[in-house]
């Protein structure tokens, strides 16, 4: 592996929804997606409503499989061989995302009755060697916690979160604050590949900004990015390099 090999290669990937609702009729949503994004290279998804750049995301993140087809992920692990996200075990792209794969996605997720400075700062913790192999101590993972919520705490007050609702939980949140801490989970730690879904839908302008800067600044640092810009202002600011996904055949679109 060297410079010049992508951080991610995805080759001719196939994927269909069954529609169990509709008498398990085929939905062919990817037709056949390849792309390769290297380090530092922010890639926007671009294409009409309802062509699966979504879908596409997810399977980037190992969420869901696919029909057919490759996602070459190569890792930093000094040595591996790039690792198949679409035939990875759940446990291999559970320790990919602990390390080096990091999503926003639209909705945020989280459990409740834990504070949204937690649900951040989980993902620091959840990235310490130390601490996941269980050999840390009691002052150790205080130390551990604390760090991590004073990293949080400057990611909030840079992402304008009103320092009151820092240790609430998250679910009754606005929209735009839940997304706001969608972006902290997501870029509180260098990722080696970052997936964006709409991260700015519901920002406003001055939010909007503050996210165009960190994924410059995810950029700078050799993340790979692939993003679902919806806003063109946006997309003019982070994208290297639009890609548009294949339409369908028409003998392919009904199974
Ligand atoms: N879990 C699912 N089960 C069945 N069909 C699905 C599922 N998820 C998505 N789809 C369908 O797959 C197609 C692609 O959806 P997807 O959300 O990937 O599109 P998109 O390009 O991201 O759209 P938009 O730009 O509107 O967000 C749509 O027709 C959608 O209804």
Not at 159 to 169: C, K, V
Request: proline residues 5%; contains cysteine.
């Amino acid at each position: 592996m060297n410079s010049i090999t992508p951080v991610l290669s995805v080759q001719d990937v196939r994927k269909h929804f069954t529609l169990h609702l509709r008498s398990g009729q085929a939905l062919p949503v990817l037709h056949g997606v390849s792309l390769d994004v290297r380090a530092g290279e922010c890639v926007a998804l671009v294409g009409a409503s309802g062509q699966g750049k979504s879908t596409l995301i997810k399977c980037l993140y190992g969420s869901y499989g696919v029909d057919s087809g490759r996602i070459l992920f190569a890792s930093e692990q000094p040595g591996s061989e790039p690792l198949d996200l679409a035939q990875a075990s759940p446990q291999q792209v559970l320790a990919l995302r602990r390390r080096e794969l990091a999503y926003v996605s639209q909705f945020l997720r989280a459990l409740p009755r834990v504070g949204a400075i937690d649900v951040v700062a989980e993902r620091l913790l959840q990235a310490d060697p130390e601490l996941q192999s269980g050999s840390a101590d009691e002052a150790r993972w205080h130390a551990a916690q604390t760090a991590a919520r004073a990293q949080v705490a400057e990611l909030f007050a840079r992402l304008n979160l009103p320092e009151a609702i820092w240790d609430l939980p998250p679910a009754t949140f606005s929209g735009g604050e839940q997304q706001r801490v969608n972006i902290a989970r997501g870029f509180v730690q260098p990722a080696r590949l970052l997936l964006l879904d709409e991260p700015t839908a519901s920002l406003d302008a001055m939010n909007r900004r503050v996210v165009i800067d960190m994924i410059a600044a995810a950029k700078a640092a050799g993340s790979a990015i692939v993003g679902i810009f919806h806003d063109e202002e946006v997309r003019e600011a982070v994208a290297s390099r639009c890609v548009s996904l294949p339409a369908a055949q028409p003998e392919r679109s009904f199974v």
